[in-house]
C-alpha cells in the first residue's frame, strides 16, 4: 500500500506542475491581452468491467521422485502408497520410481475477473493528442482448481512408460498492476469536441503484483513419501500428508514487469467530463504459485504469458 501511495504521490506532483499555470485552460497571457491556450489539461480517470484471463500453466515442482507398481493383468498404475493402503492382493510389479517434475499440468489458466482501477495524467502543452497517465488497475481473485492437476506419460528407472496422475490443487490469484501509459487521441485543435466519439491508443509498462494461495491435496500417493514435502503439514495414520490450509499462512506475492495496450473511444458529455470506453490487454510474464507452510516456501507451478483482457468503461475528467 506504502509503494501505490509513493507512486500517485509522485505522478501527483510531476502532474500538477502542468495543470498550475491554467486550472481549466491552460495557456498564458501575452502583452496585448490576449489569452493562448497551449491545450494542456489535468486529467483524472476512473473505469471498471471485465477481465479475461488467459495463461499456459507450467510445472514448477522440481525433481520429486516416486515410486509405481503395474497390474500384471490389467495393466493400471498406482502409487506405491496406494497399494500399501488399500491392501491389494498380488498381481502387481514393481515398475521403478518417476519424477513427477516431467509430469505437465492438465489444464490451462482461462477465467472471467471483475476489474477496476484509476489513473491521473495531464496532456502535453501544445500536443494536446497525447496524454501521459499514471494508473493503478486491481484484477479481482479468480481460482484455479484441477484434479488431478498433473497427468501425462512417465519413463520409470525400470524403463516402463507409465500414466500417471498426480495431486489436486485449489488456488486463487489476485493481480493489482501500477503503470505508466501514453496515449494518443485522434482530434484536431487544441479542445476536444463534444458530444461526439473521439477514438485513442495507448502503450505502456508497469509493476505486476499478483497475490495467490495454493492448498494441495495428496489424493493419489504420490507426493506423502518425500522427505522435503512432509515439512509443509503433517502425515496422517495412513502416511498421506495433510497439506498445510493457505487460511493459516501469509499468502505469497508473485511481482514482475508488465506490459500494456489499448484502444478506445471517449465521448465528450462536456467541456471537462468525457465517458471512456476502453479495450486494455495487460501482459505479465510470469505468476508464480508456492506450497506454505509458516517460514517454508516451495514453487509448485506458474503461469506463464498471462495476459489480462480487459473490457472497460469509465469517466475522464479534464481540467
Known sequence: ????????????????????????????????????????????????????????????????????????????????????????????????????????????????????????????????????????????????NQTPFLEGDLITSLDYSAHVFSSGVTSTVTTDIISAMAFYDFFDGKQKQLNQFIPYVGFGVGYASSKTTLKLTDIYGDLSKDSDLVNYGTVGADGVIQFADPVNNDSPTSTNIALLGSIGASYGISEYTFLDFNFRLMYVPKITWQLVNGSLHRDWFAAEDMFYTNFMVGLRFEF
Not at 83 to 109: C, M, R
Not at 122 to 127: D, E
Open 1 to 144: 500500500m506504502k509503494l501505490k501511495i509513493s507512486f500517485f504521490s509522485l505522478a501527483m506532483t510531476l502532474c500538477a506542475g502542468s495543470a498550475f499555470a491554467g486550472w481549466q485552460n491552460s495557456g498564458y497571457y501575452v502583452n496585448d491581452g490576449y489569452y493562448i491556450d497551449d491545450g494542456s489539461r489535468f486529467t483524472v480517470g476512473f473505469h471498471g468491467g471485465l477481465s479475461l484471463a488467459n495463461a499456459k500453466m507450467k510445472n514448477e515442482i522440481g525433481s520429486l521422485e516416486a515410486t509405481y507398481l503395474v497390474n500384471t493383468a490389467t495393466g493400471a498404475v498406482i502409487t506405491e502408497l496406494a497399494y500399501e493402503n488399500l491392501s491389494l492382493p498380488s498381481g502387481y510389479d514393481d515398475i521403478g520410481t518417476g519424477d513427477i517434475a516431467l509430469l505437465p499440468v492438465k489444464k490451462d489458466f482461462s477465467k472471467v475477473a471483475f476489474t477496476a482501477g484509476a489513473s491521473i495524467g495531464f496532456t502535453i502543452p501544445y500536443h494536446p493528442q497525447w496524454r501521459i497517465e499514471a494508473g493503478f488497475d486491481h484484477i479481482s481473485e479468480t481460482d484455479y
